[in-house]
T-cell receptor, first 116, second 113 residues
């Protein structure tokens, strides 16, 4: 079965510094990978996705993610963090070669705290 | 504005009292699903629907029911709520279950006492 691991419960970074939120996945076939962000008292908002093509994917609010097939990773990055980036981030995967391809499997989430 | 609307946003209820959380989307999406979010567990799928009158169990369906009589609506029903169903619930919809991203409602925080 597909699975997603976000090894860090929390990431702390100073404003203006680069940030990375880690995600690794496990699927039996080709993955469709997603990042979502959750602000307090809000639903999840889509940030970016990898389906095929370039390994570096650019998304909303200046975020990008790099797909690495050999390391089965899809880390979220941003060159310069903002205090307003503080939120809960979820990585998710669909295994497109399984009958359960409809299922979006989420990681446990990583809380990003950006200090002024 | 494209959106997924859940109601209520907050609900406190007692064990055994039937309740329904409504979900409606205005994007003509075929695929809808319900998740619950619990600390340390992320989001887990409860039920999903590929289209009208087509529903199926997700990973944690016990104690829940759903229906999909119209394309836009996908209510979540708790026939006899129990305290272990205290959680944050999200409804989501997408154009298809494949490459497209999901749109999420704002969530329903349910407390069962």
């Amino acid at each position: 079965a597909q699975s997603v691991a976000q090894p860090e419960d929390q990431v702390n970074v100073a404003e203006g510094n680069p940030l990375t939120v880690k995600c690794t996945y496990s699927v039996s076939g080709n993955p469709y990978l997603f990042w979502y962000v959750q602000y307090p008292n809000r639903g999840l908002q889509f940030l970016l996705k990898y389906i095929t093509g370039d390994n570096l994917v650019k998304g909303s609010y200046g975020f990008e993610a790099e797909f690495n097939k050999s390391q089965t990773s899809f880390h979220l990055k941003k060159p310069s963090a903002l205090v307003s980036d503080s939120a809960l981030y979820f990585c998710a995967v669909r295994d497109m070669e399984r009958l359960s391809f409809q299922k979006l499997v989420f990681g446990t989430g990583t809380r990003l705290l950006v200090s002024p | 504005e494209a959106q997924v609307t859940q109601n209520p946003r907050y609900l406190i209820t007692v064990t055994g009292k039937k309740l329904t959380v409504t979900c409606s989307q205005n994007m003509n999406h075929e695929y809808m699903s319900w998740y619950r979010q619990d600390p340390g567990l992320g989001l887990r799928q409860i039920y999903y629907s590929m289209n009208v009158e087509v529903t199926d169990k997700g990973d944690v369906p016990e104690g829940y029911k759903v229906s999909r009589k119209e394309k836009r609506n996908f209510p979540l029903i708790l026939e006899s709520p129990s305290p272990n169903q205290t959680s944050l619930y999200f409804c989501a919809s997408s154009l298809s279950p494949g490459a497209t991203e999901a749109f999420f409602g704002q969530g329903t925080r349910l407390t069962v006492v």
